[in-house]
Nanobody, 117 residues
Framework: QLQLVESGGGLVQPGGYPRLSCTSS????????IGWFRQAPGKERERVSC????????MYADSVKGRFTISRDKAKNAVYLQMNSLKPEDTAVYYC??????????WGQGTQVTVSS
């Protein structure tokens, strides 16, 4: 059973570069594809980025391509989302999702990122 915990959110100025972390207090994340999703008020949840369990595949939404980078640190059992050049439209609750075909998907509780001066 995975219990995902996101951290690293908060109030950030436009152009800021916070790093979000997704960790697990239970099982290892090694066997899971990890996705970062976000949901802004009044909008549907959207996938921002994901990384395969083998880390040999990553994807990014067009809206964040070139600004966000997803990475995995197996030694720390963590997946990160480095966010650069933040814009007000990046304001949202950011969620981590872990998926495997064997166990299905797990969600974290989310971390708020607010981009404002």
């Amino acid at each position: 059973q995975l219990q995902l915990v996101e951290s690293g959110g908060g109030l950030v100025q436009p152009g800021g570069y916070p790093r979000l972390s997704c960790t697990s207090s239970g099982d290892t994340l090694d066997y899971y594809a990890i996705g970062w999703f976000r949901q802004a008020p009044g909008k549907e949840r959207e996938r921002v980025s994901c990384i395969a369990s083998s880390s040999d595949y990553t994807m990014y939404a067009d809206s964040v391509k070139g600004r966000f980078t997803i990475s995995r640190d197996k030694a720390k059992n963590a997946v990160y989302l480095q966010m650069n050049s933040l814009k007000p439209e990046d304001t949202a609750v950011y969620y981590c999702n872990a998926f495997s075909r064997a166990t299905g998907g797990y969600w974290g509780q989310g971390t708020q990122v607010t981009v404002s001066s």
